[in-house]
């Protein structure tokens, strides 16, 4: 048997010149995160990742507007509708009309829906943990360091080019 050089996890060696390799490294991480997390989760109930997130935002404090849950989902507006109309169609969620803004719908967990969230959370945090226990404390810290000084460096770039300039110049 011959040695086999081991496979880069994150498939950087093959990147384009106009490419950041800490983008690259994001995203390709961030899919595979949310790729284990979706695969736990559809095994469990047949959710995707947004009814999940919705699942966690219901069961950390019920009864949440549309917007209140879009906002702890961080996804796409429309995509929140779907997922909420889908949910309440199998019976996960239920809403009613906001007493105190009627164009506002306040969505909760129905017992099915606790019951499904229930099921997929022991695996969820075994993941979690998983995740976390990869890196010490310190580590945690400096990454989480590293990843805000990332995107402040994106987002100053983003500004400047949308101005008509560039920082990097």
Sequence with gaps: MGHQKPKERLSLADLPHSASLLAVAAFRLSRRLKASVTRIVSSNSGLGLASWRVMVGLSERDAQTQRELF????????????????????????????????????????????????????QVMALSQAIDGALSPQEQEQFIDMCERIEAAARHEEVELLKGGSAAE
């Design 71 to 122: 906002e702890f989902a961080r996804t796409e507006q429309a995509q929140m509708s779907r997922v909420l109309r889908d949910m309440e169609a199998k019976g996960l969620v239920v809403s009613k009309v906001s007493e105190t803004d009627r164009r506002a719908r306040i969505f909760s967990l129905t017992r099915l829906g606790r019951e499904e969230y229930q099921s997929a959370l022991p």
